[in-house]
């Protein structure tokens, strides 16, 4: 059983940061590439990030690009994602979910119960 907790999330003015975390298992993370998805009301689903557990390559949204990092704690079972310069339109909720086929595609498996992010202007 694959279980994702994230934690992390909150309110924060418009140019701020936040660390969202993503609680795995030391084992998950050794099988699964993981990635971020936001979900915002009104919007489509979007990849934010992604980080393969093969050579640690990451991926990133063009919204997101310069602005987020994604890393990887294997040790610990966790990945993070640092969000920095946070914009209203950042506001959503975040989930991480197991990437099947690696960061190449955009599927997932497992997901966690998400974090909401609210970036107040």
């Known amino acids: 059983q694959v279980q994702l907790v994230e934690s992390g999330g909150g309110l924060v003015q418009s140019g701020g940061s936040l660390r969202l975390s993503c609680g795995a298992s030391?084992?998950?993370?050794?099988?699964?590439?993981i990635a971020w998805v936001r979900q915002a009301p009104g919007k489509e689903r979007e990849r934010v990030s992604c980080?393969?557990?093969?050579?640690?390559?990451?991926y990133y949204a063009d919204s997101v690009a310069g602005r987020f990092t994604i890393s990887r704690d294997n040790a610990e079972g966790t990945v993070y994602l640092q969000m920095n310069d946070l914009k209203p339109e950042d506001t959503a909720v975040y989930y991480c979910?197991?990437?099947?086929?690696?960061?190449?595609?955009?599927?997932?498996?497992?997901w966690g119960q998400g974090t909401q992010v609210t970036v107040s202007s």
């Open positions: 979910a197991t990437a099947v086929y690696g960061c190449v595609r955009y599927e997932y498996q497992y």
């Open positions: 980080i393969s557990n093969i050579d640690d390559r990451t």
């Open positions: 030391r084992r998950t993370l050794n099988i699964y590439a």
